[in-house]
């Protein structure tokens, strides 16, 4: 079962726009960390956040997290072309050991 | 480039046959993880291995059994192959207790026809 569902399922954006995803889970967690996959290849690590942060930053992106919503959101600032891709979310059960649980992602085209 | 590989990258087989793909760790690494991921879906948990034990299985039946060998390279053997199992398998490594980061290599892509 998929514990991260990612939303929207896909979204369109023109080069230099903001893309927003949100990524909502079920139960307790230790960390919570967003992927990215380009064109059915393997997944890149993009920013991991613990269950005590609220908020982490990295170059263009933006990661918040708010476990009372159960919920998290991956901001990319002026998108590019090459940032097109899949972006999922994975999150790690408290108490267990380190397995991620992925959602089924959210899809990104950013057009020149 | 994340070091971890994966081989072959493309296979097609037929039903009822058997399966190994491979993948070698990053160098440090002592756990590798590996995923099926079907089309428009994201990742699903097989199993974790830990220094050559199993360490966690998702929800696959026994037909999917892996190895972890002393250099830390991985393998996984699907029997009986069906129609369903055609998707893109993942591995991907880490160290444990000392960084939650996977790193992925670039999959193989299994069609069973």
């Known amino acids: 079962s998929q514990q991260g569902e990612e939303d929207p399922q896909a979204l369109s954006i023109q080069e230099g726009e903001n893309a927003t995803m949100n990524c909502s889970y079920k139960t307790s967690i230790n960390n919570l960390q967003w992927y990215r996959q380009n064109s059915g290849r393997g997944l890149v690590h993009l920013i991991l956040i613990r269950s005590n942060e609220r908020e982490k930053h990295s170059g263009r992106l933006r990661v918040t997290l708010d476990t009372s919503k159960k919920s998290s959101s991956l901001l990319i600032t002026a998108s590019r072309a090459a940032d097109t891709a899949s972006y999922f979310c994975?999150?790690?059960?408290?108490?267990?050991?380190?397995?991620?649980?992925f959602g089924r992602g959210t899809s990104l085209i950013v057009h020149p | 480039e994340t070091g971890v590989t994966q081989s072959p990258t493309h296979l097609i087989k037929t039903r009822g046959q058997q399966v190994t793909l491979r993948c070698s760790s990053q160098?440090?690494?002592?756990?590798v993880s590996w995923y099926q991921q079907a089309l428009g879906q994201g990742p699903q948990f097989i199993f974790q291995?830990?220094?050559?034990?199993?360490?966690g299985r998702g929800n696959f039946p026994p037909r999917f059994s892996g190895l972890q060998f002393p250099n830390y390279s991985s393998e996984l053997n699907v029997n009986a192959l069906e129609l369903d199992d055609s998707a893109l398998y993942l591995c991907a490594s880490s160290y444990w207790d000392r960084d939650e980061t996977q790193y992925f290599g670039p999959g193989t892509r299994l069609l069973v026809l």
């Open positions: 994975a999150t790690d059960a408290r108490g267990g050991s380190y397995i991620p649980t």
């Open positions: 160098s440090g690494h002592n756990t």
């Open positions: 291995y830990y220094r050559e034990e199993e360490n």
